[in-house]
């Protein structure tokens, strides 16, 4: 049975970091792109970043240069690295596997864990 | 950026009712969609892909339909276990959702 489990959220002030983890089980992390999606409060969905079976990374405007997304394979987890978080960043991060290389879309998704920045 | 914008806001209908959901892309994304169920306090669950492509396991109540710039979620029956907001997502460029769909229950 595939299973994302997100850890790592919590409160913290702006200009703070934090790091998400998302424990991956029932599948081989290496062989599948992984995202990460958050949702804010009361709000719609927001794509944040994305790592390839490769390595390469993207990152949504809003988060490209604070927010790096890593995967360890021996692990079976990925990452998310939050640096210089500000209010706007408070929301519920999922973590999510992609259904093919063909199909970005999300075929799993975590329970999520809550990110609040606030001072 | 590619915005997603989807219609209506909020809908209520009636089980056994045929409920359609649209949405529409900036820009043009070929079939490169997706459709979400989301409920409250959970995460979302994908129904539909490359706009027409349904997931295994979701109810064949579920069809989606559209190109180009327009898109279509149909639900044939309404149960009473649709309700929640459906979200589209293009990945043509990046990922972009639109701003969900709640379906309510009469």
């Known amino acids: 049975e595939v299973q994302l489990v997100e850890s790592g959220g919590g409160l913290v002030q702006p200009g703070g970091s934090l790091r998400l983890a998302c424990a991956a089980s029932?599948?081989?992390?290496?062989?599948?792109?992984m995202s990460w999606v958050r949702q804010a409060p009361g709000e719609g969905l927001e794509w944040v970043s994305i790592?390839?079976?490769?390595?390469?990374?993207y990152y949504a405007d809003s988060v490209r240069g604070r927010f790096t997304v890593s995967r360890d394979n021996s692990k079976s987890t990925v990452y998310l690295q939050m640096y210089s978080l500000r209010p706007e960043d408070t929301a519920v991060y999922y973590c999510v596997r992609v259904l093919s290389p063909e199909h970005l879309v999300g075929d799993y998704w975590g329970q999520g864990t809550l990110v609040t920045v606030s001072s | 950026d590619t915005q997603m914008t989807q219609s209506p806001s909020t809908l209520s209908a009636s089980v056994g009712d045929r409920v359609t959901i649209t949405c529409r892309a900036s820009?043009?994304?070929?079939?490169?969609l997706a459709w979400y169920q989301q409920k409250p306090g959970k995460a979302p669950k994908l129904l539909i892909y490359k706009a027409s492509s349904l997931e295994s396991g979701v109810p064949s109540r579920f069809s989606g339909s559209g190109s180009g710039t327009e898109f279509t979620l149909t639900i044939s029956s309404l149960q009473p276990d649709d309700f929640g907001t459906y979200y589209c997502q293009q990945y043509n460029t990046d990922w972009t959702f639109g701003q969900g769909t709640k379906v309510e229950i009469k």
């Open positions: 029932g599948f081989t992390v290496s062989n599948n792109y």
């Open positions: 820009r043009s994304i070929s079939s490169w």
């Open positions: 790592i390839y079976t490769g390595g390469s990374t």
